[in-house]
């Protein structure tokens, strides 16, 4: 299959799960009249297709496109198809932002406070993974930074847990850290939008550079590639895309980890051309997921981080011992 061919296929692939995302539910409603619902607005069924289906769907394929795109690109930069999006530490220093305005209970006052403490959180991250790193770190150095503060901040997140006022507070902060896209609106969806937009570019851009890495650093440097601007457009687009991921959908793994390296064959290992494809890939992969836990275990509200990681995890493990017997 041709590159385009292949970026056509996933793109019609994202936008039938995106209408499967917006007539599923337990609502009982019809697609015909759902879809009617969904242009007028009017009665109960515009309220459960405005506001409730419509931001699922939309943030579900904003998320995983985010999430497959940040993948790609980690992998690109530290040419290891092991790494994944929260291995700078974005992922869980957002988790811990959102986790402090619920135990303080500035979510229950202000809607918007979880969100953003969640990205505050992925801007000291990034802050920190810079400082540790040093203006010419290289790969190495951003990995034992990135290890370091996903550490201080799980640390962290522990001990807010363990000190929570209150059993329910305890459990509202397990249940976020899960991952979900229920219970999202439009405002969610505007809130997360221009962060995701400003990664997606960034991260975009740096498609030559990450295919000049494949020969190595040393040809990459000869090649005119700034290592320093690479790395940072790589720390920075990521913080935008996970962060805001993560400040709206709550910890959602394994789905950076999984797509870029299913569709790397099929793009010729070229960084440049796996970004775009993991996009599409990940808001796929995404999709197909939220309306899995829908059908699963509908009165049961099965999170979407816990399906991705039932699923992730033994690919992971699958792929290591695929490394390991490539090694031997």
Same mark, same amino acid.
Do not use: E, H, K, N
């Given at each position: 299959m041709s590159y385009r061919a292949l970026l056509a296929a996933l793109a019609a692939l994202v936008v039938v799960l995106t209408l499967a995302s917006l007539m599923i539910g337990p609502a009982g409603i019809g697609w015909s009249e759902a879809l009617r619902a969904l242009v007028s607005g009017e009665g109960a069924a515009g309220l459960v297709m405005r506001e409730i289906r419509l931001p699922r769907a939309l943030l579900g394929a904003m998320i &995983?496109?985010?999430?497959?795109?940040? =993948?790609? *690109?980690?992998?690109?930069f530290l040419r290891n198809p092991l790494a994944e999006? &929260?291995? /700078?530490?974005?992922? !869980?220093?957002?988790?811990?932002?959102?986790?402090i305005a619920i135990q303080t =209970?500035?979510?229950? !006052?202000?809607?918007?406070?979880?969100?953003? *403490? $969640?990205? !505050? &959180?992925a801007g000291v991250a990034v802050a920190l993974i810079l400082l540790l790193s040093g203006p010419g770190g290289r $790969?190495?150095?951003? /990995?034992? !930074?990135? /290890?370091?503060?996903?550490a201080l901040a799980g640390a962290l997140t522990a001990l807010v847990l363990n000190l929570a006022p209150s059993p329910y507070a305890a459990a509202e902060i397990v249940f976020w850290m899960m991952g979900s896209l *229920?219970? +999202?609106s439009l405002t969610h969806v505007a809130l997360a939008a221009p962060f995701l937009l400003i990664g997606a570019v960034i991260v975009l851009r740096l498609g030559r550079g990450l295919d000049a890495l494949t020969l190595g650093e040393d040809a990459a440097v000869s090649l005119g590639i700034s290592l320093g601007r690479l790395r940072l457009g790589v720390v920075i687009g990521s913080a935008f895309l996970v962060g805001a991921s993560t400040a709206v959908a709550g910890a959602v793994g394994f789905v950076g980890l999984v797509v870029p390296h299913l569709l790397r064959r099929a793009? &010729?290992? +070229?960084?440049? +051309?796996?970004l775009p494809a993991s996009a599409l890939g990940g808001a796929a992969m995404l999709l197909a997921a939220d309306i899995a836990t829908r059908l699963i275990a509908p009165e049961r509200d099965l999170k979407l981080g816990v399906l991705t990681a039932l699923v992730g995890a033994p690919f992971f493990l699958h792929l290591i011992r695929r490394l390991g017997r490539e090694g031997e």
């Open positions: &995983g496109a985010a999430l497959g795109l940040s =993948g790609a *690109a980690m992998q690109g999006p &929260g291995l /700078i530490g974005t992922s !869980a220093s957002a988790a811990l932002g959102a986790v =209970g500035a979510y229950a !006052a202000f809607a918007l406070a979880l969100p953003l *403490a $969640a990205l !505050a &959180g $790969a190495l150095t951003l /990995i034992l !930074a990135g /290890i370091a503060v996903s *229920a219970d +999202r793009v &010729g290992s +070229r960084p440049s +051309r796996l």
